[in-house]
């Protein structure tokens, strides 16, 4: 039988029929299990540990034991601009740490002024002080404190801490680039120089 000899009406109510029973079908279907998701590995299982990471030996290059090379090495890290630069950071850095924490703590002032001066007849002042030469003097105690309701201190000290990791930062790697580049070139030199010493003893049998 054609579908096309169905009437309309029947034609539709199969259509309908037949999406409803696809839908309970599809609802019927077993959802599949997941694979619950892998723990995350936590450094010191992978054989890492951040505090002996973090504890690089600043004079590495001492393992060779060459004490030119210390000389040489010394000198680069010592008279570097760039290295110079970065210690000038870190030392702004610190600085703004410490005007931070200054500005949540209460601030004392004390102060004293004293003056000699003679108080003249035709003042205000009546008999004995008017002619009269006299030391006069001024205490005055002053206590100030910035209340920090909504923590703007606190934040501007957090950003002047992290001012001073990133200035640290930069430092280690701009003497661990210098270092590197030191240590580079004196190998270069230290390779020429055995190259030439076996040519010449070549050159010599």
């Known amino acids: 039988m054609s579908l096309k000899a169905v009437p309309r009406p029947l034609r539709a109510a199969l ?21 619950a998701a892998s ?6 299982q992978l054989g890492l540990s951040t505090e002996a990471s973090a504890a690089v030996n600043a004079r590495w290059w001492q393992a060779w034991g060459d004490a030119q ?5 010394d000198k680069a890290l010592r008279d570097a601009p760039s290295l110079a630069a970065a210690r000038a950071r870190i030392q702004l850095a ?6 931070e924490r200054a500005a949540d703590r209460p601030s004392v002032g004390l102060g004293l002024d004293l003056e000699r001066q003679r108080f003249t007849e035709n003042g205000l002042y009546p008999p004995p002080l008017a002619g009269s030469i006299m030391n006069t003097g001024n205490l005055q105690a002053t206590l100030v404190y910035d209340w920090d309701f909504f923590g703007r201190h606190e934040a501007a000290l957090q950003a002047a ?8 930062n930069e430092a280690a790697a701009a003497r661990l680039s210098l270092s590197s580049a030191v240590a580079r070139a004196w190998l270069g030199l230290a390779r ?14």
């Open 69 to 73: 090379l210390d000389v040489l090495m």
């Open 39 to 44: 723990p995350i590995l936590q450094p010191e």
């Open 15 to 35: 259509t309908v029929g037949a999406w409803a029973a696809l839908a309970v079908l599809s609802a019927c279907a077993p959802i599949p299990k997941l694979d």
């Open 192 to 205: 020429s120089l055995s190259q030439e010493q076996l040519i010449q003893e070549q050159l010599l049998l």
């Open 94 to 99: 610190g600085a703004s740490i410490e005007n």
């Open 161 to 168: 801490i992290g001012r001073q990791a990133v200035a640290q």
